[in-house]
């Protein structure tokens, strides 16, 4: 709602003097006649340029809308966004919000007024949010309505923009967010009309930082991974080929429609909100999610992607509203190991995995199980390929699985049994900590990129991701693979989601313990069950049967569906509630 400080702050804009001379358009120095400094900002005035009146957002607002909104429009508003943070002189701009059309503006604007993006998770405490924004010397918030008390006690001298997330542009229903746009607007067309030409379309420099990621920081202070234009131009262009985005002669629909919901604040959306606009495609924003409402857009609005976690595509195939969809629908699955079984319920479904793997420190994905033709005639053998982590991205390096002997880095053999790190080295590789150099001279040993994820390397050149470091669980000399258990034991057909954690053991030492969800009509089961169930199983070699099976009504996860198995770790201590 409109209130009396943006009302004047809305009186402000209109008081801005032109100066003298026009402010100069905002081309970067050129290096050579063959080449621009590269920056994905330059994605939506180029699509708005392309096709004006194409649909680029849809979304249900806070005040029971359906927004539609045009890429003209779509680029105005970020365009108008962008000249009021460079009329302000902001450098390093705040986001806490959910998936809304304003985050997907503020993505773009932000880095057309020559700032630095700095997107936070809202399920994080308040001390974490300040903490961030503090670290990251933000000068001005945009803030969702539903998360502004997040910022209660937060230095009072930081500016926020509330956003009010309805479908009005002025008015009463609209908000301070909709007001600096206007005034953006407004400055533009004192100031010489340049529109996107006297923004930051290029980058000055592309190795220059377009945004700060934060990590979780789960076991310690979160930490801004360094994103710059020249990593978030090249791994959106990965998407925008891996996820075939833009492969419309494939599908019913004269686009691709991207359903938002992976976290836009999680790794930048790992860069798909630049990867769908260069597509030219069309972003349906989702607040929070709605299995049944997720089952209804693919039905009825054919939606062609989504990115989710496996808990998420788990309980998507489990709900009551699941059926074969008419038309395939491609959905990128990452953020922790999926199992075999996982694959073969979405295919069951038309929803076509497209598997990939990365970091917070890798822009998100930078490696993907391709799927090969040949496989079609495996049987269950097919899902488990489908299951490795794969090979590196199309504008990555090869990734690597590597063990230390000294100083030195020797490659593991490509036999799918020695076990070494996942590292990688390339163009989708983050700058580093920031302020943190020593945490990013750990992160870089070597020369390499460490990701602390155990695989093998198969003799097709794939990864295999068998656990983190710290997961491994070592019984009686054997050692365990935690994610590998977990995809065992999810075959089970009343079991939905397992999280696989150590326990002590007086005479192995350590030996697995399974926290387990299960499908409602399995009232009756009993951990007993599931266990005579593994130890009678194939699949399941006698060492790694678990002693003890508990199951609990759900396991607690990151705002990216991960598994917290710190906190799994917690409850075998006896803390926390299940």
């Avoid at 009302?7 to 290096?31: I, K, T």
């Avoid at 533009?188 to 190795?207: F, Q």
Wanted: charged share 20%.
């Amino acid at each position: 709602m409109s209130t009396p400080q943006s009302r004047l702050a809305r009186l402000a804009g209109h008081l801005w003097a032109a100066p003298p001379n026009p402010p100069e358009r905002a081309y970067p120095v050129r290096r050579s006649n063959n080449r621009h400094e590269l920056s994905p900002t330059y994605f939506l005035p180029r699509a708005a340029s392309i096709e004006p009146n194409a649909e680029a957002i849809v979304h249900s607002t806070v005040n029971g809308k359906i927004l539609r909104r045009t890429y003209m429009e779509f680029a105005d508003r970020a365009r108008g966004l962008g000249y009021f943070l460079k009329a302000g002189g902001y450098k390093r701009v705040g986001i806490l919000a959910p998936n809304t059309p304003a985050f997907l503006e503020s993505i773009f604007g932000i880095a057309a007024g020559g700032a630095v993006q700095v997107g936070v998770n809202y399920r994080l405490k308040a001390e974490d949010i300040h903490y961030i924004f503090t670290h990251a010397e933000v000068d001005l918030i945009i803030v969702d309505r539903e998360y502004l008390h997040l910022l209660d006690g937060f230095n009072p001298a930081v500016r926020r923009i509330v956003d009010e997330d309805t479908d009005a542009t002025e008015g009463e229903l609209s908000g301070e967010f909709d007001d600096v746009i206007r005034q953006g607007l407004e400055y533009d067309r004192l100031h010489g009309n340049l529109g996107w030409e006297g923004l930051h379309m290029e980058a000055e420099d592309e190795e220059d930082v377009i945004a700060l990621a934060y990590t979780s920081g789960t076991t310690a202070k979160p930490k801004g991974v360094e994103y710059t234009h020249r990593g978030c131009y090249l791994a959106a262009l990965a998407n925008v080929i891996e996820s075939g985005l833009a492969q419309t002669s494939v599908m019913p629909h004269s686009r691709a429609k991207y359903l938002t919901i992976l976290p836009l604040f999680h790794a930048m959306g790992w860069t798909f909100p630049w990867a769908v606009v260069e597509a030219r495609a069309t972003h349906y924003c989702f607040r929070k999610i709605d299995y049944g409402e997720m089952w209804r857009l693919l039905k009825d609005e054919g939606l062609t992607h989504f990115n989710a976690a496996p808990t998420v595509n788990t309980l998507l195939c489990a709900h009551p509203a699941a059926q074969k969809l008419e038309h395939p629908v491609r959905v990128t699955v990452a953020a922790s190991p999926p199992s075999a079984k996982l694959f073969q319920d979405m295919i069951a479904l038309n929803l076509l995995p497209v598997h990939v793997y990365g970091l917070t420190e890798t822009y998100g994905p930078i490696t993907k199980g391709y799927f090969l033709p040949e496989w079609h005639n495996l049987g269950d053998e097919m899902y488990q390929k489908m299951a490795r982590q794969g090979h590196g991205f199309a504008t990555s390096k090869t990734c690597r699985v590597i063990k230390t002997s000294g100083d030195a880095i020797v490659d593991v053999r490509k036999d799918g049994v020695e076990i070494g790190e996942i590292v990688f080295t390339g163009n989708i590789c983050a700058k580093g900590y920031y302020k943190d150099p020593a945490a990013t001279a750990k992160l870089f040993r070597g020369g390499v990129l460490h990701t602390e994820d155990l695989a093998v390397w198969h003799p097709d050149g794939s990864i295999q991701i068998l656990d983190r470091a710290k997961d491994i669980i070592i019984s009686g000399g054997e050692n365990i693979s935690s994610v590998s258990l977990e995809g065992m034991l999810v075959k089970h057909p009343d079991i939905l989601e397992v999280g696989v954690v150590a326990v002590p053991d007086s005479h192995y030492g350590e030996r697995p313990k399974a926290f387990v969800t299960v499908n409602p009509s399995a009232a009756s089961l009993t951990g007993e069950d599931i266990i005579r169930w593994a130890k009678a199983s194939p699949h399941i070699s006698g060492f790694m049967v678990p002693r003890d099976v508990e199951i609990v009504p759900e396991l607690p996860k990151t705002s990216t569906g991960k598994i917290q198995k710190n906190v799994l770790r917690e409850w075998v201590r006896g803390g926390g509630k299940r």
